[in-house]
């Protein structure tokens, strides 16, 4: 799988976990809360400039984690409510998900230019 389709589907899976958390935590029947638009912002980002790029490993189980503390704790609160009602609700995207955490943990890449693999990015 390349680069763009595995990230194309971890934004699809963090998309799909942090509406199924908002939507059952939050009921705003507006749609996303302000609080979870946010977040929702700040993970795809994230997942955007990611040094690893197409060998990334889950963002759970990652020796770098990028995201700034307290938007840590909020993607954590998510994943810990979404991730085991995701297989009922998208289970294709939760299995991806399973498959993806098994996989052994790349090594740090290399330096390069920012947007490329080894630059970390400003928060
Ligand atoms: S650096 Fe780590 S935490 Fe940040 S997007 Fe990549 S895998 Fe996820």
Not at 60 to 79: A, L, N, T, W
């Amino acid at each position: 799988m390349g680069s763009v389709r595995r990230i194309e589907r971890e934004k699809k899976t963090v998309d799909a976990m942090i509406r199924l958390y908002c939507d059952k935590r939050h009921n705003d029947s507006a749609g996303l809360c302000d609080d979870c638009r946010e977040l929702m912002d700040y993970a795809l980002a994230r997942l955007d400039r990611c040094v690893f790029g197409e060998s990334k490993p889950t963002c759970g189980k990652c020796p770098i984690h990028c995201y700034k503390k307290d938007r840590r704790e909020q993607i954590i609160e998510v994943m810990r409510f979404a991730g085991p009602r995701m297989l009922w609700t998208n289970p294709f995207l939760a299995i991806g998900h399973l498959v993806d955490g098994r996989r052994k943990i790349p090594p740090l890449p290399a330096k390069g230019k920012p947007g490329e693999p080894g630059q970390r990015q400003p928060e």
